[in-house]
């Protein structure tokens, strides 16, 4: 046999390529491709303005660690661990001879977290994971003897963990179970939450929850019914408003989704009662930061910091709110919506 006449290639079978089904993927693999992909593939997710799912990116990073000063051997709490993002920045400035306690309401994503802080090296004598409520922060550092701590951070609302898994039920644009719980152990799933709810009570937390501007027109359609997906929600909110442009009615859509959640985890509680405890937990000269995504949550904050320094609990409040950067915006859109506010404990 001669160069010339090579063998003929042994017959490898034609794959086909799977066919893509349109512009929107429903399926959750389809959607996030960079799934198990290299680095390269998540820089350019990143790149393009996006989260690789999976993960979260902390936002206002260094405006938050301007504000909280971490020292080497200082305590520090993260009341919102989430994906550990602001955790990894305020770690190594604890150290030599400090601790961060994590604490997260989520049984699926806190372990996670855990392990991945672990494997950065970051061991229990300097972090320890804690899955709570944030209001039950009193008992945590009480059980530890510990009388405040230096450093306290809560980064509110949901993560890009939880939104971006439709198997928990946050996700406007992915089909999934209509549930909402940031601790599926616990409490009722969205679907129940909204099949025993009247449409005056509806109303008045579209309202409160989301500053909705159709909330009389919604709460009658929505509630008391039966929904268990979260398309079938989304469809049928839709539906109430159908002369609404594709923008208003995804905004629409995001509002109610927003409001059901909220009720859903009581968020409102638990920020009310961890912003009453929040003094007591931070030394004096404490530092408090905290990041909020919605009007209702940053008039609590706002005015809670304000009252603490009317009646001499804090010495010092951010005098404005603080935003991410039009940068910062664009490099992570869900940044966009953020507010930091800060306060320092009276000596
Ligand atoms: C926005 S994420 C935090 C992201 C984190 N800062 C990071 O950089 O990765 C919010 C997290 O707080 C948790 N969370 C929300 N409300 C909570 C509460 N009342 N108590 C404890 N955890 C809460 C959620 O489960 C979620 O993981």
Redesign the pocket.
């Known amino acids: 046999m001669t160069e010339e006449n090579p063998p003929p290639p042994a017959a490898v079978p034609h794959k086909r390529r799977v066919r893509y089904r349109g512009k929107n993927p429903r399926r959750y693999e389809e959607k996030y491709k960079e799934h198990g992909r290299d680095p390269e593939t998540i820089a350019k997710v990143i790149a393009a303005g996006k989260t690789p799912v999976g993960t979260?990116r902390?936002i206002l990073v260094a405006e938050i660690l301007a504000a909280l000063a971490p020292q080497p051997g200082e305590l520090a709490v993260?009341?919102?661990?989430?994906?550990?993002?602001?955790a990894q920045e305020i770690l190594p400035r604890l150290l030599p001879g400090g601790h961060l306690l994590g604490?997260?309401?989520?049984p699926l994503?806190l372990p996670k977290t855990e392990a991945r802080l672990r494997a950065l090296g970051f061991d229990a004598s300097v972090f320890t994971a804690h899955r709570?409520?944030?209001?039950g922060l009193p008992q945590i550092l009480a059980a530890q003897n510990l009388s405040g701590a230096d450093v306290i951070l809560a980064?509110?609302?949901?993560?890009s963990m939880?939104i971006d898994d439709p198997a928990r039920g946050f996700s406007v644009k992915l089909n999934g179970p209509l549930d909402m719980r940031?601790n599926p152990q616990r409490g009722q799933s969205a679907a129940a939450w909204l099949e025993k709810i009247s449409a005056a009570a509806l109303g008045d937390l579209l309202v409160a929850n989301a500053d909705e501007p159709n909330a009389a027109h919604l709460a009658p359609a929505l509630a008391g019914k039966q929904f268990t997906t979260t398309l079938q929600l989304a469809n049928a909110i839709r539906a109430v408003l159908p002369r609404l442009g594709k923008e208003d009615a995804d905004a629409t859509v995001r509002r109610v989704f927003q409001t059901l959640r909220i009720a859903v985890?009581d968020?409102f509680s638990?920020l009310d009662t961890w912003l009453r405890f929040l003094p007591a937990c931070l030394k004096p000269g404490g530092r408090a930061a905290i990041l909020t995504f919605h009007s209702g949550e940053d008039r609590r904050v706002k005015k809670a910091f304000a009252n603490g320094l009317a009646d001499g609990t804090y010495a010092q409040i951010a005098e404005d709110v603080i935003r991410p950067t039009p940068a910062e915006q664009f490099s992570n859109p869900r940044s966009a919506p953020a507010k930091l506010r800060w306060a320092v404990r009276a000596k």
Not at 78 to 86: E, I, M, N, Q
Not at 155 to 159: A, C, E, I, Q, Y
């Open positions: 979260h902390p993260d009341a919102t661990l989430g994906y550990g993002g602001h604490l997260d309401q989520d994503e709570s409520n944030f209001a980064d509110l609302g949901v993560s939880q940031m985890n968020e638990a």
